[in-house]
């Protein structure tokens, strides 16, 4: 079983802060994804990776292979990105259930 | 452009009752998923499905059952509840038969067992 650590579990910073959260992932995966999920509770994807690094607007992942490591980091953070954030990570057993493995997300706060 | 609907939004039970959640998809996907999350937790797969006519269990398939009626829907029952099911359900689909494509949720259903 992959063991997926997120941190850190909690951030509250101020608006316009550099934001980076982290995820480790102990067994070698095909995919990460890093999912938002809103306060009211709804999910959303941001990203699937596999290597290097992806952006989409102020939101930049990246993925070390090598070091089982990935980032999220947000640029000018505002209080709209206050959002729990979600690794998961995609590994092929052959036999056992197809699916993700999720971290226990970061809890995102910017204040004004 | 509705994409994961789950229904009902809200329930509760009490232990012993009988429930499906309902999960339809208007994306012609082809996998679809059940998770449960608990607080404290990490989303955990309950079932899955690959593609139409096929189910797999996840890491938490005990006291659950599934069924994938077309490619549309991805139904989950419990057939007798306990409080040990209380959580949020969310229903997911992604295009691709193995999770490596974006997953799509629905928006969830709080379920509380009395």
């Known amino acids: 079983k992959n063991e997926v650590e997120q941190s850190p579990q909690n951030l509250t910073a101020q608006e316009g802060e550099f934001i980076t959260i982290n995820c480790s992932y102990s067994v070698g995966i095909s995919a990460l994804h890093w999912l938002q999920q809103h306060p009211g509770g709804g999910i959303v994807s941001l990203f699937m990776l596999s290597s290097g690094k992806k952006k989409h607007g102020r939101l930049i992942a990246t993925i070390n292979i090598q070091e089982k490591h990935s980032s999220l980091h947000i640029t000018a953070s505002h209080p709209r990105d206050s959002a729990v954030y979600i690794c998961a990570v995609y590994w092929y057993s052959g036999g056992g259930a197809d699916g993700l493995t999720f971290g226990k997300g970061t809890h995102l706060i910017i204040q004004p | 452009n509705a994409g994961v609907t789950q229904t009902p939004k809200f329930q509760v039970l009490k232990t012993g009752q009988s429930m499906t959640l309902q999960c339809a998809q208007d994306m012609n996907h082809n996998s679809m998923y059940w998770y449960r999350q608990d607080p404290g937790m990490g989303l955990r797969l309950i079932y899955y499905?690959?593609?139409?006519?096929?189910?797999d269990k996840g890491e938490v398939p005990n006291g659950y059952n599934v069924s994938r009626l077309n490619k549309r829907e991805f139904s989950l029952r419990l057939e007798s509840a306990a409080p040990s099911q209380t959580s949020v359900y969310f229903c997911?689909?992604?295009?691709?038969?193995?999770?490596?494509?974006?997953?799509?949720f629905g928006a969830g259903t709080r379920l509380s067992v009395l």
């Open positions: 997911a689909s992604s295009p691709f038969r193995q999770a490596q494509g974006i997953q799509y």
């Open positions: 499905s690959a593609s139409e006519g096929t189910t």
